[in-house]
């Protein structure tokens, strides 16, 4: 969720050298990466111990537990395992340390929002040649689903799930300010902040963040092409638009407020506009019941653009049972499984059950559309470097007073990736 995103570990590198080392040193022995024998005999069925890791709710816990319970009606040759983490920042903290002990899970289930850093890396085993072996179905799942999991055309994840982000607005203060239709484009948007920024709540909020700024990216037809496009002219444009807000005092940050992220700032009401996602309907639930919100499509800059979350299953390179941990992976994207998670707010990606999705949650009925053009995050490898100098850089830009111009900021992170 962007309200408590995935970070990045500063040790992974140093860490997946030593993996490359003990497995060159013959550190592995013929247990499998999870410290189970690949296969133990249980009756006249030989069974295969996957391990899978994830972090996530009591809800997401409980799913799981009962799909590892029943998994050997389908699979009775699997004997899967659950691993919670306590959360994103702790899972990626220790998964390298656990790949090079030899005990990381077979499978983990994962978020695509800096997921490149890690298949650049060669944590995570591309898929293609285990799909049939498998039985893995890739025609299930919608086709933005898959893409965002393919990269340099191997397929890397089964998506779980999917959903575009969203640009949220109030609706008491919109209909307060006698505006009319929903904006469908960025000078829509200015128009109406314009109108909609007073004393007690500002125009539009526009969190520094790297999540906010790709949608804005997204939506002037730019990118960041994993490092390769940093400084292109669709992405100074958008960031010229956000300069501009500020520029023009109809945008305002968390941080200046005082507040965390840009949630706690609209269900405050001291920001009538936002990018976000669908992670607002439960926070709100609980922050500010009262609050009517509408979600409307990432406004166009030049395209209709934005990116997608896709939560999927990914098997670790290291895994001695890649096979059978993709088996379960399967199994996980079933129409029973994926059915219970849509029913606790997550929207499937398997395409024939996507639309009950909107049926159940109709405050998103219209952000089902984006479903179609939303694409990854597009982040280089070294993700959290990149992260950390666009928002140091565009933060100096509108709240420390540098001068720099959108184009200057783009070209001198663009000199650090090329």
């Known amino acids: 969720m962007a309200g ?9 590198t140093v860490l997946l050298v030593i993996a490359v080392a003990l497995s060159a040193c013959g550190g592995k022995n013929n247990e499998s990466g999870n410290g189970n024998k690949p296969g133990t005999d249980t009756g006249n069925v030989k069974k295969v111990t996957v391990n899978m890791g994830f972090w996530g709710t009591a809800q997401d816990l409980k799913i799981y537990q009962d799909a590892a319970k029943a998994i050997s009606g389908e699979y009775p040759e699997i004997d899967l395992k659950i691993k919670q983490y306590p959360s994103s920042e702790q899972f990626w903290n220790t998964l390298p340390g ?18 490149y850093e890690y298949i650049d890396k060669g944590l995570f085993a591309p898929l293609d040649d285990l799909i049939g072996k498998a039985g893995v179905d890739l025609g299930r799942f919608t086709p933005s689903a898959l893409n965002i999991w393919k990269v340099n055309d191997k397929q890397y994840g089964i998506p779980a799930s999917s959903m575009p982000a969203m640009f949220l607005i109030n609706e008491k203060l919109w209909k307060d300010a006698n505006l009319g239709d929903y904006p469908k484009t960025w000078d829509d948007v200015k128009a109406a902040a314009t109108k909609l920024n007073s004393d007690k709540s500002h ?4 969190n520094i963040d790297a999540y906010h700024i790709t949608n804005y990216v997204k939506s002037f037809g730019g990118g960041w092409g994993n490092g390769k496009t940093i400084n292109s002219p669709e992405n100074v444009q958008a960031l010229e638009f956000i300069i501009d807000m500020f520029k023009d005092g109809l945008a305002v940050t968390p941080k200046s407020l005082g507040f965390g992220w840009d949630g706690e700032v609209f269900s405050n009401e001291k920001g009538a506009m936002t990018t976000g996602g669908y992670w607002y ?18 406004p166009k800059g030049t395209v209709e653009g934005s990116t997608m979350i896709s939560n999927a299953y990914v098997v670790l390179k290291d895994s001695k049972n890649q096979e059978a941990a993709l088996k379960a992976a399967n199994y996980l994207t079933n129409d029973t499984v994926q059915t219970q998670f849509l029913d606790i707010g997550y929207n499937t990606a398997v395409a024939s059950l996507s639309k009950q999705y909107f049926e159940k949650n109709p405050e998103f009925k219209d952000i089902e559309p984006a479903l179609a053009y939303s694409t990854d995050f597009g982040y280089p490898a070294d993700t959290k470097r990149f992260i950390d100098e666009l928002v140091k ?6 709240l420390g007073g540098s001068n720099k111009t959108a184009k200057e900021i783009l070209d001198s ?3 650090q990736f090329k």
Do not use: M, W
């Open 393 to 398: 850089q565009v933060e100096n830009r509108v």
């Open 203 to 206: 125009g539009i909020i526009i």
């Open 98 to 115: 656990e790949i090079a002990a030899g005990v990381a899970p077979d499978l983990i289930a994962v978020s695509n929002e800096g997921a």
């Open 4 to 12: 408590s995103k995935k970070r990045f570990s500063l040790i992974v």
């Open 413 to 415: 992170i663009q000199e």
């Open 281 to 298: 309907k439960p926070y709100l639930k609980d922050a500010n019941p009262d609050l009517k919100f509408a979600a409307v499509p990432v």
